[in-house]
């Protein structure tokens, strides 16, 4: 009998693993026919840069304590000088190029409709008043190695005094969803005394502007060459995010 008990609890693990694992095995590819999971090298070649100025419109995001300025307000800034120095060697799509609020998930559709294309998401972030300097979030193996073209670009500009933030591994909705290499940019903390005043600086911004402009065009002229291993590919996404820092 106990023979029998552990053949039937033996048989029915045969049989409830491969439907379990064929339940949370993820689909090889979206409705569109990209990789659903972003489990490949990154893009080289592309024509077509879509610029996310981060928040907009009644989300302000982080205010200054020091200079008052907006995030929404530095990030679209920022963008629209990313686009001039990209010139036209790009197709340069603007997420949003005034004052208008739009949706994350909006954000990602609109991202989605583009085919061979890299998704550039920047924003200005905010902390305790002493962490400072820019950072990256990726998480598609797609683009990591743009996450560390436009990290590496960013530090160049950025004083050796605000440290390196690095680039962190972070489930977003715009790192995550989207079906093309996205990341996810943090030029600069306005909770920083020193930073803030720093990017209120209309010259630092195109500094800024034109490293990540010139780390966009690397990433097209020569692709993850360079960038180091590829990072694992990871399947399924927790419910709250998780960090790997780089
Ligand atoms: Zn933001």
């Known amino acids: 009998?106990?023979?029998?008990?552990?053949?039937?609890?033996?048989?029915?693990?045969?049989?409830?693993?491969?439907?379990?694992?064929?339940?949370?095995?993820?689909?090889?590819?979206?409705?569109?026919?990209?990789?659903?999971?972003?489990?490949?090298?990154?893009?080289?070649?592309?024509?077509t840069v879509i610029l996310d100025a981060g928040h907009g419109g009644k989300d302000s995001g982080a205010v200054s304590p020091y200079t008052r300025q907006r995030e929404k307000d530095l990030t679209l800034d920022t963008v629209k000088r990313v686009?001039?120095?990209?010139?036209?060697?790009?197709?340069?799509?603007?997420?949003?190029?005034?004052?208008?609020?739009?949706?994350?998930?909006?954000?990602?559709?609109?991202?989605?409709?583009?085919?061979?294309?890299?998704?550039?998401?920047?924003?200005?972030?905010?902390?305790?008043a002493a962490t400072r300097g820019p950072e990256t979030y990726f998480w598609r193996v797609d683009s990591h190695g743009l996450a560390v073209r436009v990290q590496q670009a960013m530090e160049s500009v950025s004083p050796v005094e605000s440290g390196n933030r690095g680039m962190v591994r972070r489930r977003l909705r715009l790192t995550r969803n989207p079906e093309i290499p996205c990341i996810l940019a943090e030029v600069g903390y306005l909770s920083n005394s020193q930073e803030s005043r720093?990017?209120?600086?209309?010259?630092?911004?195109?500094?800024?502007?034109?490293?990540i402009a010139g780390a966009i065009r690397m990433q097209s002229k020569i692709g993850d060459s360079g960038t180091g291993p590829l990072p694992r590919p990871i399947n399924a996404p927790p419910s709250r995010p998780t960090d790997a820092r780089e």
């Open 1 to 47: 009998m106990q023979f029998i008990v552990k053949s039937v609890a033996f048989l029915s693990l045969v049989m409830w693993l491969p439907s379990c694992s064929s339940s949370i095995a993820p689909p090889l590819t979206t409705a569109s026919g990209r990789d659903y999971w972003g489990h490949r090298p990154g893009p080289k070649g592309f024509r």
């Open 83 to 128: 686009r001039a120095e990209l010139g036209s060697d790009f197709k340069v799509i603007l997420m949003r190029d005034d004052d208008t609020f739009v949706d994350l998930d909006d954000r990602v559709a609109r991202a989605n409709r583009y085919g061979d294309a890299i998704l550039v998401s920047i924003h200005y972030n905010s902390s305790g």
């Open 198 to 211: 720093l990017v209120s600086s209309a010259a630092y911004r195109q500094k800024m502007a034109k490293a």
